[in-house]
């Protein structure tokens, strides 16, 4: 029997493990963590809309068949002319591998920004982002430190504006739980573009940018940050900004894994894959999601989201039913539905099957994609059980 390992079960590896186990291949999944955590949503964990806890979920419960392991392991090395995966917890051997295991931080070479911001990634760092904010706020009557109420969210895609729509709902919790004059906080989002949220049109990103700042944010763009101290960014213009809380979100790259096991890769660290998204180096190994680079027909590399890393996680599987079953490989060809914006916990903007939407319809559309992916994971106790958690709050 064809033994298939698939690492990483975020977007891209968990869909692969789901179309296996509905298969009927067995195989064995390695993660980090014995949970699948919602990245797509960290935003609002780090923001205070639910308890940071809530946006994972077991994978035990999503893999209950006894053709699915999982492993709770820490990938250290992949030695694909061997088929091993080495980890903390030991080495793995494979006929099939589906690399997936995401991305790394891009930090463009600003000197400082590494060492000196927070990074919304995991189910830790926006523990870690909700905790320190809040505890600035808890401290700030101690000595009035104006940089204590100041967060700067670097970078304006995807990330830091649903990240900045956040926070600036949540200020005037914080604001009354610590008896904080509101008019003192600074949410700050910094933009080298000339524009925010690219992937939507011109008209999208006007409202999206009046709707932040209506609600408070100072967003700028054209806007280069340089280097990064304790406490404080440097901009291009000379200007200094302090802050105790400086939140980088402008990039990322493949996981560094991808170039340490040999495969060829682009100027990102992306894997290069073919049409089937086999590595061009082996024909065994699978490369998708965030950790590949997969090049549409205007020649330019699709961006990294969960969409494109989920819809490849079901053709990897696919294609490896295929090879195991004799068939012939399948291209995959990416269903592009749009992009969805949260501004916040009521509003949003997005650009949805050629259809543009903004306010609360936009947003109720984005509620809509969660109830989407939940119940492509577990059905609808799946979808009860989460919805049940997230609109308590
Ligand atoms: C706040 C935020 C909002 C976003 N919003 C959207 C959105 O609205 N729509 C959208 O399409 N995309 C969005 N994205 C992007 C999207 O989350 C990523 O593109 C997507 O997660 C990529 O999927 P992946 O499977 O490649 O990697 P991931 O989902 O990152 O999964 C990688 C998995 O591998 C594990 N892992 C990593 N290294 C190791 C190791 N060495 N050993 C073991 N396990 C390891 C990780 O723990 C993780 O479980 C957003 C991202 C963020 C941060």
Redesign the pocket.
Known sequence: MAKIVI???????LLAAVYLQKAGEPFAI????TY??F?????EAAGGRNDVDEYAVQLSEILPAPTSEVIK????EIRPTENQVL?NQGTHTYDYLIF????APEFFGIPGLAEHSFL???LNTAKEIRQHIEQQFASYKEDEDPTKLRVIVGGAG??GI??VGELVDWIPELCSKYAVPKDEVEIINLEAAPVILPMLNEKLQHVAYDVLTKKGADIRTNTKIVRVGKDVVELASGESIEAKTIIW?GGVRA?P?VAQSGFQADNRGRAKINQFLQSVDFENVFV????AVFIGENGKPYP??????SQM?EKAAENICNLIQGKPLSPFTPNLKG???SLGRDLGVGDVAGMKASGIPAALLKEFTKVKYLYSLGGLKMVSQKRGQWSRH
């Open positions: 690492l990483g079960a975020g977007y891209g590896g390695i993660n980090k963590h699948h955590h990245t797509t949503l960290l935003h392991a820490e990938v250290s980890t997936a295991l995401g991305n919304l990634r995991s995807l990330t649903e990240l979100t996981n894994l998708i999601g965030d950790s990294p989201t969960a969409q494109i890393a996680g992009t969805l914006a």
